[in-house]
Structures are given as C-alpha cells and as structure tokens.
C-alpha cells in the first residue's frame, strides 16, 4: 500500500475496510472486511439487498464517513483518520453526492439549491447565479431555474440534486439510488444523464436495485451482508 499511483489509474482503493456502528449495547457491523479497487473513469453499479452496506460503503467513498479499521486511499492520499473539516475539504474538490430523496432546501429555488456549494466555496452571487444557470440548463431545467422544490416533479428535483453534485466540477459523482423515487421513465432519463456525465470523463458509481440499470454499467460490485460478493462482474463491451 506504499506505492501511490502517479496517473491515477487506482482512484480509489479500500482495503480491509470494516465499519461498525455501536448502538446501545450491542453494534452493528455494517462492513466486515471490504476490498475493492475502482479506477479513474470506472462507471460501476452497487447492487445488494437493503440492509447489506451499500450506502455505507458509499458514504466512506463519498469521505462523508471513515472506516472503523481498515484503510481507504483516494488519489493516492489516505482518508481513514482525517477528521470532518479535511473530509469536508476533500469532498468539495472531488466528489458529487445524489441521494434518492433529493436532499433538496424546500424554501430555496433550483437556482438557489444549486448555487449553495459555491456559497461554502466563497464565491461570489453573480459567478454563483451564473454557473447555476449553466449547470442547470446542462441538466434540461434552464425554464425551471426559479421553481421551489415543491414546484417541481421527482424527475425534476433530481435534476436539480444532480446539477448541485456538479457545480463544483467534481470528477467523482457517487449516487445512492438516484432513481429510488422516481416512475420508470423519469428513472431512465436520470440514468442517461449519469451515462453523459460518464462519458465526459468523470468515474460514476451509482447503488441501486434494479438489474436493468445494473446491466448499463461497466462493472456490478455486489454486496452482501456487509461483505463483496460472489457475482460481481465485469460487463465490459456491453456499454460504449
Ligand atoms: N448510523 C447508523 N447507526 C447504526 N446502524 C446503522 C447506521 N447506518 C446503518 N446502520 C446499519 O448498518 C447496516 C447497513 O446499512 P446501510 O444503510 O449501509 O444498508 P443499505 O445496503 O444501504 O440498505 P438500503 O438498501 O435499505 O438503503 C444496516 O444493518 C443498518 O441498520
Ligand atoms: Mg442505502
């Protein structure tokens, strides 16, 4: 674990990684012991029943969480031990988080929504509203940059969640279960825009239940009770 890759290659490496929540008396071992590497660029698919450690795998990517033991290296640097502010730090250069419910502020417009990442960045109304904009109009909502949340439908607000995970040109965009709430087609129109945003050259990775959706990634990682498991794969020639 010495070497650190010069060109990026192993974006992301976790090694041993277990993660374990105390509740009360007793814990839980969300993670028990999960080796995985992703490479720059990789567009892979997390499957696994619910309860199985997907999302917490996600957030310890996302560097939204550290490990209990173990370790995780993301471009070379490592994340295990650095505590919330560098996390934080770490999480505003390089990565992008879609949750299934939006996460969305209710009282905020689109724009307002999008623009809140450039607040915490420092920078100033008129780049902000600007670059909002743009993102916006990227997503296909530039008529709807002045609805609040409610004034818009599930598709939409997603839209809108994934042109805030953009603004700060993050090269990661991680996902959990991006199209969870949405009906099938506004859930296809999500994922033909990860697939875009993929092929500019960002590395995606998306949790989710759906096979279909699965089979559109490059690579299926799937988890089971807390662990990799048999069955992950490799659907490379498949997506172009
Ligand atoms: N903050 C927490 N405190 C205690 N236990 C937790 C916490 N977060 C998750 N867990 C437990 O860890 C395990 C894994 O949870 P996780 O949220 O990663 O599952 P998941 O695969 O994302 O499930 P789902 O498909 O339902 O979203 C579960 O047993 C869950 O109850
Ligand atoms: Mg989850």
Do not use: W
Not at 19 to 40: C, F, H, W
Not at 49 to 71: A, E, F, Q, R, V
Not at 113 to 122: D, H, I, Q, R, T
């Amino acid at each position: 674990m010495s070497r650190v890759d010069s060109n990026n290659e192993r974006l992301m490496i976790l090694s041993d990684v277990t993660k374990v929540y105390p509740m009360g008396d007793t814990q839980v071992e969300a993670l028990r012991g999960v080796n995985l590497q992703i490479k720059s660029r990789e567009f892979i698919a997390v499957l696994g029943p619910s309860g199985s450690g997907k999302s917490t795998i996600m957030h310890i990517l996302g560097c939204l969480d550290t490990p209990t033991s173990g370790t995780y290296h993301l471009d070379g640097a490592a994340i295990q031990g650095l505590n919330p502010n560098e996390l934080a730090e770490i999480r505003n250069r390089k990565i992008g988080f879609v949750f299934q419910s939006f996460h969305l502020l209710p009282r905020a417009t689109a724009c307002e929504n999008v623009e809140l990442p450039m607040v915490f960045a420092g920078i100033n109304a008129t780049d902000r509203k600007a670059c909002a904009e743009r993102v916006l109009d990227q997503v296909g909502l530039k008529e709807r940059t002045r609805h609040l949340p409610n004034e818009l439908s599930g598709g939409e607000r997603q839209r809108v969640a994934i042109a805030r995970a953009l603004v700060n040109r993050p090269s990661i965009l991680l996902a959990d279960e991006p199209t969870g709430n949405l009906d099938s087609r506004s859930g296809a129109e999500i994922l033909a825009l990860f697939e875009e945003l993929h092929t500019e050259g960002r590395t995606v990775i998306l949790v989710t239940h759906d096979e279909m959706i699965a089979s559109r990634a490059q690579r299926v990682i799937r988890i089971l009770d807390g662990r990799i498991g048999q069955g992950s794969s490799d659907n490379h020639g498949r997506k172009e």
